[in-house]
């Protein structure tokens, strides 16, 4: 196996910037479950040269993110978040990094609903979660770049 390693989850980290900045890119506060999801756009036909037989070509790309948390008053990050709930259009979107446990990084600017901004059991803690949806085509860098 030589150099080969696995990580746990919680390696991964997640950075957004405060206010739609760049300059202040910080750490959302306990984050427990990320999911991230990269769709593929397919176009598909049939030349009459395949006989039949089809073609496709990956025409584009989405990358979006579901989280899951708990609501860390305090935190800035986690305010930070939490605070768009109550927000559309360009004030929802910022900035965002995810570095990987390899050290390689995905950076993007995001639109971020969030879709709970607090709430549970009565005895659980309180809740946050959202979604991050990437704005364009994502900067991937390397591990060790």
Known sequence: MGDA???????????????????????????TNFAPSIEGGVEEWNAMEHEGWGDAMMTSKKLSFSFQGK???????????AGLAWKSGNDVVAPFEWEMPSGAK???????????????DSTAVDALE????????????????
């Open 130 to 145: 959202f979604e991050v949806k990437c704005k364009g085509k994502p900067n991937f860098t390397q591990a060790g770049a």
């Open 106 to 120: 995905v950076t993007f600017d995001a639109i971020i609903n969030v879709t709970t901004p607090a709430g549970g």
């Open 71 to 81: 609501r860390t008053y305090g935190d800035p990050g986690n305010d930070y978040v």
């Open 5 to 31: 390693k696995v990580y746990p989850v919680n390696n991964n980290k997640f950075k957004v910037g405060l206010n739609g900045l760049k300059d202040t890119m910080t750490m959302i506060a306990n984050l």
